[in-house]
């Protein structure tokens, strides 16, 4: 999914899973838990809405999975682990899904969870969510008691539980009281390790520990968003501080313990500090070249590998600064996608403008022009594309700049509108998730229309049993997308955030900000 | 002065109507699709088109329009997209805060500017005057964001006198309410008080010139009732049309500060609202911006009778 939704940018949050807590490695080995305290926590901006059938913008998202809890989610590895389920099985034709609910988990109202409830969040969920697409494959749910509910399909899908993890457009549960409740529109009631506290938009919202939380006694303890959940702290605060220097300003004088997005260039100010520290939080999303191929001559798969063929990434990486690793791939390592050093990905890195003239050539190009669109709004877009602009002028194009705000622009990628054959945006979660998740990213931002090959590889990707053929299956898909310069993938991309080392407990799992398992250690 | 009341009124009339239809073009003049912004990154064409159906713009222009002033007459001003409240309540739950810092920075421009400008008057050509008028020319001069976010730095980082950010409502404590408020006040007034300062000097620099000073002096008036009333009180009504330019700039300047202090204030919220692209929000801001600042105006004019009484509209 686009992490670059417009509603995000609004909201100041750049990415999902925009910040994780530390490994804190000043922390002493002997350090115990300790519960109480309030923990201060500088945000961007405040959440719109904290109705997870909707929420795509990080900001929200930093509250949603404190809150609520899905059936299934991701683990510390990125794979499936039951969190709201006991267990969930697939049956052997993959055309039908059971979930056996664990017993006596509460809402934040008291009620205990059943199977009414899911089936009521689900059908809410196809009614108002974005994402209900995902969804469509449901012939009809089944509830035979409390603690069973079933999903039956309409066609196998091998994948549903790949859906069902999601960590945005969330598949939370809310209680069936919520179920007529339009978007945006819910109590925010969930069975997460946190109730909604105070709540002023544009200024704090307060998260309160839920004593009557009912944790995963099954797991050991935190795995990623699952797992066994143990809340320290008593509440925890988020103040929304929009610009970054009174955000470290905040942190260094101890008013806040931990503050999100800290722009490279400002991270000396934290590490000067003996108290306080700086966090990369990586990888959190990819950044990508956009290519328009339904607009003018980006429409002709030689000038879009022309293109790709002049892209030195070391020169863009270079110039954005940030934190960021070369990866030719749309997964990140050590996810069940990543295909490493498997395959080869000549389309990757290939800074050769004399190739991009060899291919210019035989697109028979005459000197037209080229439009970059980019916006004022992300310096780092705009970096990437002057640099990318320059990288087309030495391989012999013609190419002109056009900075529009990035509300304008991100519309215009993703409905493929507007005059420009090249822009750009990062993708987030969708490379932790696999090809599934990626599918309406890959068609819509690039404007692919009528490729059979791709259409075939996702064929075969949703019908192959294994995870193997479903790896083989996204090897062609990538080969399609990268190989044929729909998108350029320039590097898989983190975030920083800094921290009060007063802040313990925290694994480095980059993953959406999760408030259990932290505390504040009192001596620090 | 009801006559001259009713008079401005009627003015304004034709003035908010423009600002109306001001207000509902932004819809059209702006790029970008509120419907898809609404529907979500991953929605349908089918999904947009529901969208736009709900929010009226599948409908012709004129119709639009007409729709917007018939729930203006009725007094809705819209309900925020992104808020998923009334334009009238998002206002109504951040009007404190921006009142308090455009209030305090108002109170703190007068008496410092007034004074200032009045000593520059009094001291013309001499190095008091160098000194007031070079103070004033930085203070119209230094990017207002720069030196708030220095004064973040120096007041809160390196001295710790005052919190960094954020706003504590004056029912929690008038000190805590205070101490939120008195940089970000400080900040804004900044410009303020070099411009009512210049304005001010000139304005006296006007009145004391002029014979009947002369007069007073030479019938042996003090220097403090020669210069306090006499000059003041004439050179009153230029002073008088710039506090409704202080007003105006109090608030409109309040947009980069409340961003810097992270208040929440209406500036954040049209901020806010721009970058989402939430029409129905910025259209009911912008609005009501333009009945306050057409209310300041009317309270200018209004001041002039009392500050002069040689002024009359009729």
């Known amino acids: 999914m686009a992490l670059l939704g417009r509603r995000d940018f609004s909201r100041g949050a750049l990415a999902l899973g925009a910040l994780a807590l530390g490994p804190l490695g000043a922390m002493p080995a002997h ?39 899905g059936l299934v989610a991701l683990d510390n590895r990125n ?18 899904y059971t979930f056996e609910l ?74 069936a009281s919520q179920k007529d ?78 503050a999100s997005s800290i722009p490279t260039e400002l991270r000396e100010r934290i590490e000067q500090r003996k108290e306080l520290a700086v966090r990369e939080v990586f990888p959190v999303g990819g950044t990508y070249v956009i290519v328009n191929s339904q607009y003018g001559l980006t429409a002709n798969v030689l000038i879009r590998q022309a293109i790709a063929a002049a892209i030195d990434i070391t020169e863009i990486t270079d110039a954005t600064g940030g934190v960021n690793k070369p990866n030719p791939w749309m997964s990140f390592p050590n996810t069940p996608y990543y295909l490493g050093e498997s395959a080869p990905s000549p389309w990757y890195d290939v800074k050769s403008p004399a190739k991009a003239k060899e291919l210019l050539k035989k697109a028979g190009y005459k000197n037209e022009k080229i439009i970059i669109e980019t916006n004022s709004n992300y310096q780092w877009m705009r970096t990437t594309m002057l640099v990318v602009a320059e990288q087309l002028k030495r391989a012999g194009m013609n190419v002109d700049v056009k900075v529009v705000d990035w509300t304008t622009n991100a519309a215009h990628m993703q409905q493929g509108t507007g005059e420009w ?44 049993p294994d995870l193997e053929q479903r790896r083989a299956a996204w090897l062609k898909i990538q080969q399609q997308v990268l190989g044929n310069g729909y998108m350029i993938k320039i590097a898989d991309s983190g975030r920083l955030s800094g921290y009060s080392k007063r802040l313990m407990g925290q694994t480095d799992y980059p993953g959406i900000l999760q408030l259990w398992d932290v505390w504040l250690d009192p001596a620090g | 002065m009801i006559r001259l009341t009713l ?66 007459l009725q007094g809705q001003f819209g309900s925020s997209l992104m808020l998923n409240q009334t334009v009238l309540s998002a206002m109504a739950e951040r009007l404190p805060v921006t009142l308090s810092l455009a209030g305090l920075s108002i109170a703190i421009t007068l008496p410092i500017g007034i004074f200032a400008g009045s000593v520059a008057a009094y001291y013309r050509q001499s190095w008091v005057d160098s000194l007031v008028m070079g103070v004033a020319l930085l203070g119209v001069s230094i990017p207002g964001f720069w030196i708030a976010i220095l004064s973040v730095i120096v007041f809160s980082v390196i001295l710790g006198w005052l919190p960094s950010s954020g706003y504590v409502p004056i029912d929690q404590g008038a000190i805590e309410w205070l101490r939120s408020m008195i940089l970000p006040a400080i900040m804004l007034s900044l410009f303020q008080i070099g411009f009512l300062a210049r304005m001010t000097r000139s304005a006296m620099l006007d009145v004391l010139s002029q014979d009947f000073i002369r007069t007073a ?35 409109g300047g309040s947009v980069v500060i409340e961003q810097v202090f992270a208040l929440p204030g209406i500036g954040r919220l049209v901020v806010q609202g721009i970058l989402a692209r939430d029409y129905p929000l910025v259209q009911g801001v912008m609005l009501i911006y333009g009945f306050a600042f057409v209310a300041i105006n009317l309270a200018v004019d209004l001041l002039y009778t009392v500050a002069d009484p040689r002024v009359r509209y009729d």
């Open chain 1, 181 to 258: 409740k339009p978007a945006r529109g819910i109590d925010v009631i969930g069975t997460g390790p946190f109730s909604l506290g105070e709540w002023v938009k544009d200024s704090h919202l307060v998260i309160k520990r839920f004593d009557g939380y009912v944790p995963d006694t099954s797991a050991p303890g935190r795995d990623g968003y699952a797992g066994r959940k143990t809340v320290y702290v008593d509440q925890v605060r988020y103040r929304f501080i929009p610009e970054a220097t009174t955000r470290i300003a905040a942190l260094q004088t101890g008013e806040v313990q931990l």
């Open chain 1, 79 to 96: 794979a499936t682990r039951p969190m709201l389920a006991s267990k969930a099985t697939a049956s052997a034709d993959a055309r039908t």
């Open chain 1, 31 to 69: 350090a115990e838990p300790k519960k109480g305290g309030t923990l201060i926590y500088a945000s961007v901006s405040g959440p719109g809405t904290l109705d997870p059938h909707v929420s795509s913008s990080a900001v929200e998202l930093e509250v949603i999975h404190n809150v609520f809890e």
């Open chain 2, 7 to 72: 008079l401005k009124l009627l003015q304004a009339v034709p003035v908010i109507l423009i600002v109306s239809v001001l207000a509902f073009l932004l819809m059209s003049l702006l790029p970008g699709d509120p419907a898809v912004l609404i529907a979500g990154d991953q929605a349908t064409p089918e999904a947009i088109e529901q969208v736009r159906r709900n929010l009226g713009l599948d409908r012709p222009f004129l119709e639009q329009l007409g729709i917007w002033f018939l729930h203006l």
């Open chain 1, 421 to 464: 054959n090249l822009s750009t945006t990062l993708f987030g979660p969708d490379h932790i998730l696999g090809p599934q998740q990626w599918r309406p990213m890959i068609y819509a931002f690039p404007s692919i229309k009528g490729n059979d090959a791709l259409d075939a590889a996702y064929k075969e990707f949703f019908a192959a």
């Open chain 2, 217 to 251: 002096r030479s019938k042996g008036l003090s220097e403090w009732v020669t210069v306090g009333k006499h000059a003041f009180r004439n050179a009153l009504i230029l002073v008088i049309t710039t506090m409704g330019i202080l007003v105006s700039t109090a608030i």
């Open chain 1, 102 to 175: 664990r017993r006596g988990v509460k809402f934040h109202t008291g009620e205990e969870l059943t199977s009414a409830d899911v089936k009521a969040s689900l059908e809410r969920y196809q009614r108002v969510s974005p994402n209900a697409g995902n969804l469509a494959g449901i012939e009809r749910y089944e509830t035979p008691d409390p603690y069973t509910f079933i999903i039956h399909l309409k066609a196998p899908n091998v994948v549903l539980l790949d859906v069902l993890k999601s960590p945005i457009f969330p598949f939370m549960i809310l209680p």
